[in-house]
C-alpha cells in the first residue's frame, strides 16, 4: 500500500512539481530532492523546491508525523539513481529509477535564482 502511495505522490509530484536548480547542477538537485522525497524527509527538500511544491511537501511533513519509524526505517533503504538529466533552458527532465521499482520515471525541474 506504502509502494502504491508513493508512486501516487511522485508521479502527482512529478506532474505539479518545479525544482529549483540554483548553483547546483540539475541532476545534484535532482538526487538530493529525490533522496529527500522518498526517504521521507520533506523539509529537507524544501530548499529545492518552488513556492507550490513547498506547500506540498509541509503537508506531506505534518503527515509523516504519524507515520511510525520502522516504515520510516525502510524508506531510508530506498536508494535512487538519476539516469538521465535532459536540460532546455531553465527546464530539464530527470529520469531516475528507485530501488524497488526498476521503472524509470521523470521528474521536471525549472531553475530558478
Given amino acids: 500500500m506504502l509502494k502504491v ?14 525544482v529549483g536548480c540554483n548553483k547546483n547542477s540539475a541532476k545534484s538537485v ?14 529537507d527538500a524544501i530548499p529545492f523546491s518552488t513556492e507550490m511544491t513547498k506547500v506540498q511537501l509541509e503537508q506531506f511533513a505534518q503527515l509523516s ?6 516504515i520510516k526505517n525502510e524508506l531510508k533503504k530506498l536508494t535512487i539513481t ?3 538529466v535532459k536540460e532546455k533552458g531553465d527546464t530539464a527532465i530527470a529520469t531516475y529509477v528507485v530501488s524497488d521499482n526498476a521503472r524509470e520515471q521523470n521528474i521536471v525541474l525549472i531553475k530558478k535564482d
Avoid: Q
Fill in 5 to 18: 502511495l508513493r508512486s501516487v505522490v511522485v508521479l502527482l509530484a512529478a506532474g505539479v512539481l518545479l
Fill in 30 to 43: 535532482a538526487t538530493k530532492w529525490l533522496n529527500s522525497f522518498y526517504h521521507a524527509e520533506y523539509k
Fill in 65 to 70: 508525523k504519524d507515520v511510525n519509524d520502522s
Fill in 82 to 84: 538519476v539516469k538521465d
